[in-house]
């Protein structure tokens, strides 16, 4: 069985400092990691994608994660919030290889101050 | 990429009516999904919409309650029956485009039953 837990429902950083937003995954094969974005009355938006390649994955608007087989982890960061990065983020654990049955986390919600 | 066009975007329905959702994609895709986002709640996968034949539904859903068709790869219909508030939430189209590594999503319809 496949599950992900975001450690954090909110998580409120101030513009200009880093992001980490933390995600752990259960699966019983490799596993293909995503994270999702989605912004107040607006659709989902992949942010980046882990499929067995690098393990260091880069993705849109300066985010990143990195994938650790041995923590279970993949957690996203960026080095300086936007005001525009708030947002609900969604880590999600699918199949090898493919999109079936995608495992969505609780999410979590990111305020930006000034 | 993939522009999915979900109708309607939103409704306000009667309790024990139904409600058909549709999902149209502007390229060829492999497979089709819809998830349910409850208020405040992540995304929860409701089956698998299966070109010519009966979708594959996920535990706690049934398809008396939530009939789906999909008769050709880039179109499908799910319908919410003999709705009640509980069923009020974002219901989402998802697609995986042929020769795509990702998964798209639509708007979403936005159901709110009174």
């Known amino acids: 069985a496949q599950s992900v837990t975001q450690l954090d429902s909110h998580v409120s950083v101030s513009e200009g400092t880093p992001v980490l937003l933390r995600c752990n995954y259960s699966s019983s094969y490799s596993p293909s990691l995503f994270w999702y974005v989605q912004h107040p009355n607006k659709g989902l938006q992949l942010l980046l994608k882990y499929t067995s390649a690098a393990t260091l994955v880069k993705g849109i608007n300066g985010f990143e994660a990195e994938f650790k087989k041995s923590e279970t982890s993949f957690h996203l960061t960026k080095p300086s919030a936007h005001m525009s990065d708030a947002a609900e983020y969604f880590c999600v654990v699918g199949s090898p290889g493919g999109y079936n049955k995608l495992i969505f986390g609780a999410g979590t919600r990111l305020a930006v101050h000034p | 990429s993939a522009v999915i066009s979900q109708k309607p975007s939103r409704d306000i329905c009667q309790r024990g009516t139904s409600l058909t959702i549709q999902c149209q994609v502007d390229?060829?895709?492999?497979?089709m999904f819809w998830y349910r986002q409850q208020p405040g709640q992540s995304l929860t996968l409701i089956a698998t919409a299966n070109q010519g034949s009966e979708a594959t539904y996920e535990s706690g859903f049934v398809i008396d309650k939530f009939p789906i068709s999909r008769p050709n790869l880039t179109f499908s219909t799910l319908t919410v029956s003999n709705m009640s508030p509980e069923d009020s939430s974002i219901y989402l189209c998802s697609v995986v485009v042929t020769a795509s590594t990702e998964a798209f999503f639509g708007q979403g319809t936005r159901l709110t039953v009174v």
């Open positions: 390229s060829q895709v492999t497979m």
